[in-house]
């Protein structure tokens, strides 16, 4: 169909639209055609050319691999808690179709091994690192999650850190680190510190903007070695020291800044992230995992995860 306007001289014709193969090669000038190809208003005299197109989008155009995609509003969020891959196909105009928000946590220490007689050290949370408006190319950035520790549950033996997660080369994170065990070993540093084993020993560090460290073991004496391990660190606050029999408590962890994510660990309305493994009294006294963690010693502690918003 086509649609005439004009005097016999000076006329504009409309026709049907189609693709850009199936455009007709000449026709006659001031005629118009809406390109489905193109997304664009075409017009022909002596040439066919471009006379109208909506422009580029405001958004950028993404595809995931391994992720949860959950849309809220007009934006994409993308959890990964395994390993991926984040393809940026298109990019948009301005800060909506150029950047991303982001959340990426390591996986969490072990708490170290522990037996009756005496308590072990909580593991460290996982790294945690958070930003808004990070600048992305049209490309694939790889998504690695990092595993949780593994602990031992023989009393000599040593457990596992954390291991790293990142986003591409842009973000990465540290691995927690791994908790004392009962003969005397500090915990161990890694993106918050671990919670040092019994008698005394110390906490290990946190990485400075992904978490904090680890609390100190105690020992009070007496015939059967009364031993505490100190708590992991968390991302929000340090582990806390233990006393006596008692385990100490894990670092809590901090709240998950993406809008809409219900990754982490709800309390008042709040999801909360990478908090630290609890310590383990003797006689069995465990703590708490910090708030956005887990676990006391002789289980794995915060698992990994990394979340991203378009």
Avoid: C
Avoid at 84 to 96: A, K, M, Q
Avoid at 168 to 180: D, E, F, P, Y
Avoid at 268 to 281: K, N, Q, T
Avoid at 285 to 309: C, D, K, M, Q, V
């Amino acid at each position: 169909m086509a649609l005439y306007a004009g005097t016999s001289t000076n006329s504009i014709s409309i026709i049907a639209p189609g693709t850009e193969a199936n455009r007709p090669a000449s026709t006659a000038s001031g005629t118009l055609r809406f390109n489905t190809t193109t997304n664009s208003l075409d017009g022909y005299s002596n040439a066919w050319a471009i006379i109208a197109s909506p422009g580029p989008s405001n958004y950028m155009t993404v595809t995931t691999v391994g992720a949860t995609e959950t849309i809220v509003g007009n934006y994409i969020i993308a959890t990964f808690n395994g390993s991926g891959s984040f393809t940026v196909s298109s990019l948009g105009v301005g800060t909506d179709g150029t950047t991303v928000d982001y959340v990426v946590v390591a996986g969490g220490g072990a708490g170290g091994s522990a037996f009756t007689r005496g308590g072990a050290g909580g593991g460290g949370a996982g790294g945690m690192k958070t930003g808004t408006g990070l600048t992305v190319t049209a490309t694939t950035y790889t998504v690695t999650i990092g595993a949780g520790g593994t602990t031992y549950t023989v009393p000599a033996a040593t457990s596992d850190n954390g291991t790293a997660s990142s986003f591409g080369t842009l973000v990465t994170t540290t691995g927690g680190g791994r908790g004392g065990g009962v003969n005397s070993i500090n915990g161990v540093n890694g993106g918050s510190g671990g919670g040092g084993g019994s008698s005394t020993s110390a906490g290990g560090s946190g990485v400075s903007g992904e978490g904090n460290n680890g609390g100190a073991g105690s020992f009070s004496g007496g015939k059967f070695g009364r031993q505490a391990g100190g708590g992991g660190g968390g991302k929000g606050t340090a582990g806390t020291a233990s006393s006596g029999l008692v385990g100490a408590a894990g670092g809590a962890g901090a709240a998950n800044p993406i809008s809409g994510s219900t990754t982490g660990q709800l309390s008042g309305g709040i999801y909360y992230l990478a908090g630290g493994g609890g310590g383990s009294g003797g006689l069995g006294n465990h703590a708490a995992g910090g708030l956005g963690g887990g676990g006391t010693p002789n289980n794995n502690n915060t698992a990994a995860s990394s979340t991203f918003s378009n």
